[in-house]
């Protein structure tokens, strides 16, 4: 009989997206699979082919602005857990992360058999310990669990990032009626070290309009100031839905949904390592990723898309995973919208090898 499957992912959104090879291949050769995601990850996670529920909860030692750790905090996971029922648990985690306080949990929840990828002697938490060589990318390290597990892709699946279709018409908001083309800039990150300055973020903008390209800047609600600034960067930031427009902002107008849609309408998308890179992969668009190196590019590069790595990778900041700028400047991401221009055409006219 085929077992009901918890997978956990608790991160961000890129992270449960990076995922979701991994969900898939669970979905192949379970009764049901459910989603645990942390709030940051919910709307993403509600995106996943294959999942047949999501279940939230917060981890105090994940969640950057982590809850009190409580007994009620804790007895309201294991709840869910027990409520829930699964046969096994498999637990994704960032190199950097350890899966043992969840594997302590989901034991007092009565999960009988529990996976994860651990460097930390587990004693009786987990039933299976896997182990990673070398530095793959951070959807192929997911799905090895998987398949170590005993789960692997069904047949036809090329193990790439996916989202549930269809998406929404979001043809009123980018006004590309008729096949009118667009490039996408989305300026923020949800780590500030990773998100070029509004003066360079605005720069490539410019450069983008004055080469000939349609430009979207996206955002979420709380960067409504960052992409307007940005947008103006232009001299000639419309209105939505005007299609004459060099520039369109759609800060805050879209939820993660509607930005797939957005997204997945772009002939190419201009973003920091964050979720909407990512989410970019996920629809199959192409990529120029402006990287900053505090965390690997092997790992975390968009997935299984053609994408183009702009940035220093080999700056003072390099692998120190730090959440604010070490270098004074920002150096690492200080691009020449030249570059960016040059990326997208070459992602947009084939020139991509």
Known sequence: MSPRVLVARLDNAGDVLLAGPCVRAVAAGAESVTLLAGPRGRAAADLLPGLGEVLEWCAPWIDPEPPETTQDHVDALVKQVRDLGPDVALILTSFHQSPLPLALA???AGVPWIGAISED??????????????????AERALSLARA???DLPRGDDGALAVRRPLPDVTGLTG???????VVVHPAASVPARQPSVRHAGAFVRALAEAGHRVVVTGAPGERELTAEVAAAAGDAGDVGDVGDTVVDLGGRTDLRGLAAVLDGARAVVAPNTG??????????????????VVPAARWAPYGVPTVLLGDQDAPCRGTRARVCPVEGHPCLAIDPAEVVSAVGRLTSGGFA
């Open 176 to 182: 590309a009626a008729g096949g009118d083309g667009y």
């Open 106 to 108: 989901l034991r007092l």
């Open 276 to 293: 909407p890179a990512h989410l970019a992969a996920a629809v199959g668009t192409p990529v120029v990723s402006l990287f900053a190196p």
């Open 149 to 151: 597990a005993g789960f």
């Open 121 to 138: 002697y587990p004693g009786s938490l987990l039933d299976l310990r896997h182990r990673v060589d070398g530095d793959p990318p951070e």
